[in-house]
């Protein structure tokens, strides 16, 4: 079973078409009108091997909010209907990504109760234009709309940019391990028989 989705949302702040797989090669084509975050979502793809594609008009005018926070909800939401029933699937990933000075570590839970606990201080309020509590804002609707139990850690780090891709990169990662499927589960991964 191929495991691909759609997800359309146009709202009067942004309109998005997303591709999503979650068996890809890591192939991206991103158009979000927010480079910091079109990368940030490039590293996401290549490390999970997701193939990911995002097509962006939002309001980048008044500033990247609305777009940063949608495609979360989006790609939440392409997510959890690309999983199906989870038959099979590992449910937990745990990765953690150096880059130069940073350390971050995301562990990921396809419970089906979203959470989102995140530790990191970052040193910068911007990257570029990009503002860094949109960070938070982009993984918690991710975790909502998964319906995934996530915990985001910066262990430390200097240069907010490292530390973010860190994180990023081991959200990919994370996300693979635990979308896996092992053919030693039988049906879902839960005592309670379902997720």
Partial sequence: MERTTTVKRYTNETKIDLDFSIDGEGKTELETGVPF?????DLFAKHGQFDLKVDVKGDVEV???HTTE???ICIGQA????????KGIK?????FVPMDEALAQVVVDLSNRPHLEMRAEFPAQQVGTFDVELVHEFLWKLALEARMNLHVIVHYGKNT???IEAVFKALGRA????????PRVKGVPSTKGML
């Avoid at 996300?175 to 092992?182: M, R, S, V, Y």
């Fill in 37 to 41: 975050l079109s990368h940030m979502l």
């Fill in 63 to 65: 500033d990247g909010h």
């Fill in 70 to 72: 949608d495609i979360g």
């Fill in 79 to 86: 997510l959890r209907e690309a999983l199906g029933d989870k």
């Fill in 91 to 95: 449910r937990y990933g745990n990765a």
């Fill in 161 to 163: 940019h490292h530390m």
């Fill in 175 to 182: 996300l693979d391990e635990a979308t896996t499927i092992d």
